[in-house]
């Protein structure tokens, strides 16, 4: 195993949290999106390839779609 999976295995455990932590503050009431609208989430994150995992949720969920804005921390920019 390569440093790099224990980063990615993190990235995907952190985009999980996220994703229950949001299902949790969810309510059942149908109608909660005007007009069938998709409901957009926005966040930041620094996990690495968590774009690719951004992009099977929305494939996955066109009702609810994920915006995602990566940053860059301070071991990806070799401080």
């Known amino acids: 195993m390569n440093s790099t999976m224990p980063r990615i295995i993190a990235g995907t455990v952190a985009a999980g949290l996220v994703a229950a932590s949001l299902a949790g503050c969810s309510t059942a009431a149908p109608g909660d999106s005007p ?24 494939q996955a969920n066109p009702d609810v779609q994920v915006e995602v804005n990566t940053s860059v921390g301070a071991a990806d920019r070799g401080v």
């Open 35 to 58: 007009d069938g609208e998709p409901i957009v989430l926005r966040y930041w994150s620094w996990a690495p390839n968590i774009a690719q995992i951004v992009d099977v949720w929305n």
